[in-house]
Each structure stands twice: as structure tokens, then as C-alpha cells.
């Protein structure tokens, strides 16, 4: 299966929101509310910011939501702050057991 | 305190094999799916597959079908990754990741990375 598309950058000033997009088709993201975002600071493991589309784990900060439309997820950052500079994953159950990621975002805090 | 604890850096020639492990502690290891992802120079990351840490169960991507191999110890909670006839490529941050909440296909806690060089 293919990567799921995301932009390779994204940047907002502190205090405004950002939107990152994660693209598939419709045997992943338009036909499953599997999808998750992750958090990654070089250096670091990962960490699970949104599952199942829009749901938040315990823990992470009400600033960060996720959306779905079609074959296209989204998270939205808002309230940006300094340490949400980091890269952006999105994954999506792809079916047959699979799953897929996506390129990934770079998000700079200007 | 859910912890996943790997092993360390390798160092490996081509053609070589490395076997990565996943200590689990803080929960009922059987109840989770083990996923292993990498994330190889520069951005993006891999999915390679899964096992059911109770039955043994696996699924591998189609990318690393017959090469890589996935197994567990529940007696000692540790799952492994085994990578055969290593190619330069393969050189990558090797993560195990915790599939929680059950059947979302979301990794809710990951192992801290294990750095994977393929060199001559």
C-alpha cells in the first residue's frame, strides 16, 4: 500500500492554530476511523496524540483535534506554542490487517 | 507504569542478521499487539508488521514478508525482531510499539528506538 500524503512543512506563530492534512484513498482513510497522530521529537519515541480520528489519550493538551472528510484526516493545532515543534505522523488502518503511515510534517513555531 | 525497554545500538555487514527486543512491563503483556515501525535516514515512517503477543500470530507488510521475522517470550514479556541478510538500506531507528486502546490500530506506547547501522 502507498504512504498516506501529507505536506512536508507547516508553520504558525505562537498563540495561532495550524492544520496539517494526511491524504489517502478509500481503502484506508475514507474507509476506516482508524486514524492516529503522532508527535515525534528527533532523538525520542513517538507519541500518540490522536486515535480513532479525533479521540485525545489522557494527557494531551484539548489545543490538538483531528478530523476526518472523505480520504483526507486532519489534525489541528491550535494555540501553538514553542514546544510544538516537532514532526507530524498520521497512520491509517489500511485493511487485511495493514497499516499504513504517512510522510510526515515538519511543524515550525516561528 | 506501562514501559517498553529495547535493546541497544547494533552494528551490522551486509548480508548480516540483528535481533531487536522489546522488554514490556506494567500491564498484562498478552492483552496488546506488539507493532514494529521503523524510521530509516530523514523523515517518514515504516510500518513492518505485528504479532499477538498470546496466540504468536503475526502480520507482516508485504515490504517485509520473508525477511523479517517477529516472535515473543511471554514467560520473560519481551517480544523480538529479527531482520535477515541486511542490506545498507536497512540502516534505521527500529521502534516496538504497544497497540492501545485495543483494535484501534494506535500505538498508545512505543519502546525508546533501537539505532540499527548496516556498514562494512
Known amino acids: 500500500q502507498s504512504a498516506l500524503t501529507q505536506p512536508p512543512s507547516a508553520s504558525g506563530s505562537p498563540g495561532q492554530s495550524v492544520t496539517i492534512s494526511c491524504t489517502g484513498s478509500?481503502?484506508?482513510?475514507?474507509?476506516?476511523?482508524?486514524v492516529s497522530w503522532y508527535q515525534h521529537h528527533p532523538g525520542k519515541a513517538p507519541k500518540l496524540m490522536i486515535s480513532?480520528?479525533?479521540k485525545r489519550p489522557p494527557g494531551v493538551p484539548d489545543r490538538f483535534s483531528g478530523s476526518k472528510s472523505g480520504n483526507t484526516a486532519s489534525l489541528t493545532v491550535s494555540g501553538l506554542q514553542a514546544e510544538d515543534e516537532a514532526d507530524y505522523y498520521c497512520s491509517s488502518y489500511a485493511g487485511l490487517n495493514n497499516l499504513v503511515f504517512g510522510g510526515g510534517t515538519k511543524l515550525t513555531v516561528l | 507504569q506501562v514501559q517498553l525497554v529495547q535493546s541497544g545500538a547494533e552494528v551490522k555487514k551486509p548480508g548480516a542478521s540483528v535481533k531487536v527486543s522489546c522488554k514490556a512491563s506494567?500491564?498484562?503483556?498478552?492483552?496488546?499487539?506488539i507493532h514494529w515501525v521503523r524510521q530509516a535516514s530523514g523523515p517518514g515512517l515504516e510500518w513492518m508488521g505485528w504479532i499477538n503477543p498470546k496466540s504468536g500470530a503475526t502480520n507482516y507488510a508485504q515490504k517485509f514478508k520473508g525477511w523479517v521475522t517477529m516472535t515473543r517470550d511471554t514467560s520473560i514479556t519481551t517480544a523480538y525482531m529479527e531482520v535477515t541478510n541486511l542490506r545498507s538500506d536497512d540502516t534505521a531507528v527500529y521502534y516496538c510499539?504497544?497497540?492501545?486502546?485495543?483494535?484501534?490500530?494506535?500505538?498508545?506506547?512505543w519502546g525508546q528506538g533501537a539505532l540499527v547501522t548496516v556498514s562494512s
Open positions: 506494567g500491564y498484562n503483556f498478552k492483552d496488546y499487539y
Open positions: 478509500s481503502s484506508d482513510v475514507g474507509a476506516y476511523n482508524s
Open positions: 480513532e480520528v479525533s
Open positions: 510499539a504497544r497497540e492501545g486502546p485495543i483494535y484501534t490500530s494506535a500505538f498508545d506506547h
